[in-house]
């Protein structure tokens, strides 16, 4: 077994929404963002975890992962779409009982066209620029949807994760004046959202990245552990060089381990000569550059070398290596790759 194993904390993820759940008030519900499938680390299992942990409503990018998850809860939970109603989605959106956030008037006008009466959400831009009705869009329309009853009307921060950021206040205020009085639950909050207090919860949040052990949540359980086998090790002589490039010299004799994992399972080049693997408690830095499907670590001081290193773990949580490879923890997550062996625990797995 020389592929790596990402392990999967189904209880962490569980427990995670229910503290993002405890933080609002007992009438706002809490949704669950489970996109790219499920930010990378499998969208069925962990939507049944998080049905089981008590979500009902569930958010996906795309009709393609609203049928995923669909297949994984049966009837019953809301499946939300946040790409709204695009063309040739229309017989998925029946047939799998998906809600689309319906985002410009096109889209408003096919869901009226081709499936009247079937629930949809209103999503609003409140000055991020990416997804949703304009104010003026809105306001043309907004009787008409009124009469169709939408299900919700949603917004995006586009600061949140910056809680002193004047676009909160100002995109808080925006959502306001465009849904007052509508008497529709609404949404305007993911996790850095749910963190900047009640004024911003509403009658449901979206939380996504927080679930998966993510910042902003600080407070978050880590719920992946990514371990990389070790294939190979070998005495290297002071002078001698590592990888590609030669762009590791060692000072002193010393010991490196080689282990199955590399840039084509979302270990990022830029890792090289700057990650660090853990045996355990104790830190291995990444020397030489990150191959393919390799990389190298100095193991020198180490008593006995493990079986495996790990890349993700209690000791470096996926915004550690989020920071060390300039991006953040969201990318580091749906980077992981499709090699490793994904093993579940918990969640009645
Ligand atoms: C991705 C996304 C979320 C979840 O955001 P997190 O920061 O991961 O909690 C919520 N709402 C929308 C519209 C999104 O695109």
Not at 278 to 296: F, Q
Request: hydrophobic share 40%; proline share 5%; with cysteine.
């Amino acid at each position: 077994m020389s592929s790596a194993t990402l392990s999967i904390d189904l209880d962490a993820i569980a427990a995670n929404w229910r503290a993002l759940d405890r933080m609002t008030d007992p009438a706002t519900q809490t949704g669950a963002v489970v996109k790219a499938d499920a930010y990378g680390l499998g969208a069925d299992r962990i939507a049944r975890a998080l049905a089981g942990a008590g979500a009902r409503r569930f958010f996906v990018a795309v009709a393609e992962e609203g049928a995923v998850v669909r297949k994984a809860l049966g009837p019953g939970p809301q499946i939300s779409v946040f790409s709204g109603h695009m063309a040739g989605d229309t017989d998925m959106i029946r047939d799998l009982d998906l809600t689309p956030m319906l985002n410009s008037v096109d889209q408003l006008t096919r869901h009226m066209e081709t499936l009247s009466g079937h629930p949809f959400g209103i999503q609003l831009d409140t000055g991020m620029n990416r997804l949703g009705m304009e104010a003026d869009e809105w306001a043309a329309v907004a009787g008409i949807v009124m009469q169709a009853g939408p299900e919700l009307l949603m917004s995006h921060l586009a600061c949140a994760d910056e809680p002193d950021h004047a676009m909160n206040a100002q995109q808080l205020a925006t959502f306001e004046d465009l849904t007052r009085g509508t008497g529709i639950p609404r949404s305007l909050s993911a996790t850095g959202g749910i963190l900047l207090g009640p004024d911003y919860h509403f009658e449901l949040t979206r939380p996504g990245v927080g679930l998966y052990g993510g910042l902003p949540f600080e407070a978050a359980r880590p719920a992946v552990r990514l371990s990389l086998p070790v294939i190979q090790t070998r005495e290297v002589l002071a002078g001698e060089t590592v990888g590609y490039g030669n762009t590791w010299t060692a000072e002193i004799d010393s010991t490196i381990a080689t282990v199955s994992a590399g840039y084509a399972d979302g270990v990022f080049r830029v890792l090289g000569n700057n990650a660090t693997l853990w045996a355990g408690d104790v830190p291995c830095p990444v020397v030489g550059r990150v191959s393919m499907d390799l990389i190298t670590a100095d193991v020198t001081h180490l008593n006995e070398v493990p079986d495996t290193l790990d890349l993700l773990g209690p000791h470096q949580t996926i915004d550690d290596l989020g920071t060390a490879a300039g991006t953040i923890g969201y990318e580091i997550l749906t980077s992981l790759g499709a090699r490793y062996q994904r093993r579940y625990a918990g969640g009645g797995a």
